[in-house]
Structure formats: structure tokens, C-alpha cells
């Protein structure tokens, strides 16, 4: 395969990040002069959780190869499924309190790992597929990685300089489309399965 082409598919691959990357950059709140530091620090680490995942999931997926490709093909839709609609429907109650606190703003392990585990499911099964096409898995991967990183970081800025002037509407907004992005990802799994 080549790097054109592991290119485009890196760049599919990072889109779902993308998405929930401008869906948190939503509920951040915009950067002063004394806080550009802490913008930049927080883009980065979604765009490290983001790609480190995306990065990892497909060596997972190369290591086990054929022998559960059934398996985590027939699964993998159903927990992007509820993994973003769990996470799209506390977006959108938080959204609802009246003292709305930025908790769907936290970077830390908790509200970040499930988004990072939801957002790489694709690339792990893609990993699979990369065992069976004897792709440079450590090249597919560093790609993968490297260009869901610089959209993470793209997406934060995005969805923080557009969602400042309506936050609880925009941070609801940002819970339907996550739930919107699991149910597309379950409907085409069902669809291209029956």
C-alpha cells in the first residue's frame, strides 16, 4: 500500500476525532491573553489522547490479525454506538443545568478515555484488515497517529472560536451530533451487514 493511500485512509480515520474534537472545543472556554498557554496545552492533549489512541488501535488490530476479525467487526459498531451516546447524552444534560461548570470541558482520563476508545474502534479494525495486506503497520500507524493529532488540535480551535457566543446551545448541539455519530456508524454497520 502506498503512502498516498495510507494517506487518505489515515485522514478518514481521523475524522470521527475530528468531529468530538469541535464538539469539546465547544465547551472550552475561550482563550485571553494570560490563558493562550492553557488553550494550546489543553488542544494538545485531546490531540494526544485522540491520536495515541487512533495510533494504537490499529498495531492491536495487526497483532490479532484474522483469527477475531469477525468479532470485533460484529461488535464494534454496537460499542461506538453506545460509547457516543452515553457520552452525547451527558453533553447534552449538562447542557441543560442552570450553573452549567464546563464538566464536559474536563481533559482528564475520565471524560477523555471513552471518547478516545469511541473515536479509534474504526482503526482497530482497520489493523486487521492491514495484517491481511501486509501493510508497514509501524508507518500506517505513526501516519494515522501524526494526522489525528494535527485534526484534534484543528477541531478544538474550530469548535472553540464558533461556540463561544451560545455555549449551552452549542455543547447541546455537540451531544445530538455525537449521538447522531454513533448512530450513523450502528446504521451503516446494519445496513452493509444485512
Known sequence: MRLFELGIIALGLSMDAFAVAVCKGLSMPKPTAN??????????????YFGGF??????????????????????????????????????????????????????GPKAMLPLALATSIDALATGVGFAFLGVNIVLAAGLIGIITLAM?????????????????KAEFIGGVVLILMGLKILVEHLAFSA
Open 35 to 48: 490563558s493562550k498557554f492553557v488553550a494550546i496545552k489543553s488542544a494538545v492533549i485531546v490531540g494526544l
Open 54 to 107: 487512533q495510533a494504537a488501535m490499529p498495531v492491536v488490530g495487526y497483532l490479532l490479525g484474522a483469527q477475531f476479525a469477525g468479532f470485533v467487526s460484529d461488535f464494534a459498531s454496537w460499542i461506538a454506538f453506545a460509547l457516543l451516546g452515553i457520552i452525547g447524552g451527558k453533553m447534552i444534560f449538562e447542557s441543560r443545568k442552570k450553573n452549567n461548570d464546563h464538566h464536559s470541558a474536563s481533559l
Open 152 to 168: 484534534s488540535i484543528a477541531g478544538i480551535k474550530i469548535g472553540n472560536v464558533f461556540g463561544l457566543k451560545f455555549k449551552s
